[in-house]
DNA sequence: GTTTTTTCCTATAACGTTTTCGTAAAAGCC
DNA sequence: GGCTTTTACGAAAACGTTATAGGAAAAAAC
């Protein structure tokens, strides 16, 4: 706004502005004295190069945004951690939008970032999937490199940044069938998302592993009203013939869980053993606690903010077809 | 990057750029027919402005800024979707910055704000404070509106957004106090602090009108090393004279204390009575379920955004000295 | 000593807007 | 019809950079 332009350190110097450009910029064109006193009144002044001048003239800036569906959970507020660490020690700076799981808002972001305000794109898709023909767009239009992770689309020219979501389900539902439960159930949200198919197949696979037939009511559909999902589980764990295991793929789900086991005075674990994917913090301190299946999440962040900025500096699309797969991590604790 | 640029759209419109400029902005120098032929040919190629040949030009742009010094932390990650849900409908771009707490990171993130790519500045300011002249040269540097929210310094020319810390931190007590804990103890950061400031203030108060003679032990400093916390707190809750009451003024010290509590056989309420200041959401699914002081935090960051937003478009000061506090909410649960 | 190369700098044209100023033509006024 | 005013547009400068092309002086080559 206010500070010193280039202009004036040019006549300052006695030197031309392009003079001062190219020594600031580290120039082998540029005497060594030239640059030394260059740079020394730029530091007197503290000079800063106006950034909207540098990124129009160069067609491209330090800005990279950052698309989610939510902060306020903890694997986002943990991925967009990672990824401002890695922007911020390569000096990029980081827009954030979140989409509230609203399609519409998404799509709307994406136009708006279509004005060429920033290099790179980092996103995680909201639920309600219709196609994706809105990145598709994006990315004709701007040809900007865009690295997705977690909840990705299935959209091959487009790395992405996941976890071992499938092979990690497996695993934690052979804990909970060899921790003795007989017809351990899935809790899972309505909304269709890649994560979540992958979970379920998992699941799935394990169960028919170890010889337990499936039936379509050992998936549980939970919604995004708590109280309603808390209805739905208390009618499931009143049957007869109720379930005596629990893995909820999504991290609100097993605390609704709990709540509704502590109500039915149903014991965790003796009478339903609990794995809830979550990286909340609390999980330890439950009554009892929590075992969970969490997601590297700062890592995932890390790993697409990496990934992106490689993209943007080598201009080149030689990472397009990345899929980097973090795996996810199993804590057993008391609840199972 | 690649779209179309005004010049095309004057080329084809056999119009000027001056014309198509002044069209696009709604001016009266342009004929309603004239307009009409624009907008309609700039529809047609989705024309979007470049923001930085804008920005360079009117030397200012519709991005803002927030530093905080943590996302994962549900106050701040609350702060952040108000403060996003403010910026997104008035069609501002928010970066982000994390300061970790670390002071040196705070500066640099201000310095390099300086180049002016930004027209506004929200802050909640990070611990171990050895004065604030990184704002005021901020300010002088670029003249830039600036909000402080939470944990504020004391810069009288600076509006800020924070919450009433002492009245509710007084409340807080006085509840502990009439549920009948005798010697309810304080805990808090060795990180000085205004809003811990505040809070003990209005818990001293709290004491004294109460006939309860304050002393020094009844301060417990707890730091950033959890395990460490865990030693302090299990040692003081051993002691014969042990506390009967916990007010823990920072949110990661109540879960915490429910650990030594447990761990010592301590019954929560009948031994120690406990009001936690956080905003959890899984307070209310601990055993017993916990007592909260939560802050307002998403309306704490959408007044702030609104009120910077006003000063960066009324390009006035009239706000300047705006303090907005806004009520802390008690929820008094099983834990007391 | 002339030619060639290298070194170091400058002039100038972009980048895509917005804004100021100027000016024809149309409209209003008497 | 001559005058002023209004309407509707265009020319050009400006914002602060960077990149391209060019050129004078110094150094190297023969």
Redesign the pocket.
Known sequence: MN?????Q??KEL????????????DS????????KRVLELAKKYK????P???N????KGKQIAVIIPDIVNNFFALAVDGIESVTMSKHYDTFIYLTHENLEREKAVLEHLESGLISGLIISVCTGREGYAHFQEFYEATRLPLVFFDRVPDLLQFPKVITNNYESSFDATVRLIKAGSKRPVLITTTEPMFTSMERRRGYQDALEKHGIVFTDEMIVHCTDDMELNYTILRKIFSQKKRPDGIFASIEKYAITSYQACKDLKLAIPKDVKVIGMTNLRTAALLNPSLSTLSQPAFDMGKEAAGLLIKMIEKKSYAAANDIIVLPNELTIRDSI
């Open positions: 500070g010193i332009s280039m202009i350190l040019a006695g030197l031309s502005v392009s003079t001062v450009s190219k020594a600031l910029g082998h064109e540029i005497s060594a004295s030239t640059k000079y800063k190069p106006n909207f001048a540098s129009l003239r160069k067609k």
